[in-house]
């Protein structure tokens, strides 16, 4: 298994020898405003530059997207990526969007599981934010709350879990006691909202779920580029936890 950080949430995971691209967000620095309903938003984003050309991002077997949301998906990736790429998501409604952009061949990945190449998919569950709260925002804002973690499971490599966009809660938890992942991606760059709700991990989840999963070594994602984080790679990596990893920008990490 390969773990490449590209930017953001953005990875490439090289795994039972297949590459799969995980939300593709590959818009230049300083393209996009910050969000209105969340702290910083003054500040533009990405913050940063992709650290590769898009061709050499997007040449994968696989495209996942966990959740259809503007700092995980965006213009330059439907122009980037081949329309008849095998493209996985969470759900109908994304379903339905990602073939209005022409991709050929999309599907939902299964709570049972979905095979590809050998590799057998499976959708998990998180709060994107406490969910008695965040979720009515989203629904007011017109923008969908839920987001999956993933789940990559195969005979000859160790079990990957991606929790995708989600707080610590009883959802990831309950993944993490069904998969017994040797490895998880978690974002925790503590993106938070005018309202002081988190959306994502911080600092603190992270080591929470170093605790709980002591086995695990954890991939720590989605760092130093959304213009409303509140936690940077420096705050996760004073903690010294020992079985959690930072990765910079385009750097891989082989299990």
């Not at 953005?10 to 039972?16: A, D």
């Not at 998180?126 to 709350?145: A, F, N, T, V």
């Not at 954890?218 to 420096?234: F, Q």
């Not at 959690?244 to 891989?252: A, G, H, S, T």
Request: with cysteine; proline share 5%; net charge negative.
């Amino acid at each position: 298994m390969r773990i490449h950080q590209i930017r953001n949430a953005t990875l490439i995971i090289t795994y039972n020898e297949k590459k799969f691209l995980i939300d593709p967000w590959l818009m230049p620095k300083n393209a996009m405003p910050g969000f209105d309903v969340a702290v910083n938003a003054e500040v533009r984003q990405p913050r940063v530059d992709l650290p590769l050309p898009i061709s050499d991002i997007v040449n994968v077997d696989a495209v996942i997207l966990t959740h259809f949301h503007p700092d995980h998906w965006d213009d330059l990736a439907v122009e980037a990526l081949d329309k008849n790429i095998s493209f996985f998501v969470q759900n109908e409604e994304d379903l339905h969007k990602i073939k209005a952009f022409g991709f050929n061949n999309v599907q939902i990945i299964s709570e049972k599981g979905t095979v590809f190449c050998g590799t057998t998919l499976y959708k998990t569950y998180g709060q994107h934010g406490k969910r008695e709260i965040i979720k009515p925002l989203c629904e007011q804002i017109h923008m969908p709350y839920d987001a999956m973690g993933v789940v990559f499971k195969a005979k000859q490599e160790k079990t990957l879990y991606i929790a995708g966009d989600t707080i610590w809660c009883e959802e990831v938890m309950t993944a993490i006691k069904q998969f017994s992942p040797e490895v998880i991606v978690v974002n925790a760059c503590g993106a938070t909202l005018l309202n002081g709700e988190r959306i994502i991990m911080n600092d603190e989840d992270v080591k929470i779920l170093s605790s709980f999963a002591p086995k695990s070594t954890l991939v720590v994602s989605h760092m130093d580029t959304v213009s409303h984080l509140t936690v940077t790679r420096n705050d996760i990596r004073k903690m010294k936890l020992n079985n959690v990893v930072v990765p910079e920008d385009n750097e891989i990490m082989e299990f």
